[in-house]
């Protein structure tokens, strides 16, 4: 968490965050595949998808993560998907996913 505030400074505060491996489990080499499907519809259909059983969240965590149950966005303007996957093996991953208008 601390790298994504430092990459992006003051813009953390306006993204929501969230994990679908806590999902799906450890995919391996089809990680980056399957994230990249999740992130695609994520844009299409406007809605972050929830990272599930946070019991008990770093209260120093500062930033908006989604938990439990997938979140709306918004309706209109520009929207930035930001996809890292990482496996076993190297087969790591990072893909952006902007909408249109």
């Known amino acids: 968490m601390a790298a994504i505030r430092r990459a992006f400074g003051a813009d953390a505060d306006h993204m929501a965050i969230s994990g679908t491996k ?15 499907v999740f992130a ?27 938990r439990d149950q997938p979140r709306q966005l918004a309706a209109d303007g520009d929207l930035l998907v930001l996809d890292n996957s990482f496996g076993f093996g190297g087969h790591n991953v990072a893909l952006a996913f902007r909408s249109h208008a």
Request: aromatic share 0%.
């Open 22 to 36: 806590s999902m799906t489990g450890h995919l391996l080499g089809a990680a980056g595949a399957l994230e990249a």
């Open 40 to 66: 695609v519809q994520a844009v299409r259909d406007r809605v972050a998808p929830p990272t599930i059983n946070i019991d008990n969240l770093d209260p120093a965590v500062d930033l908006d993560i989604v």
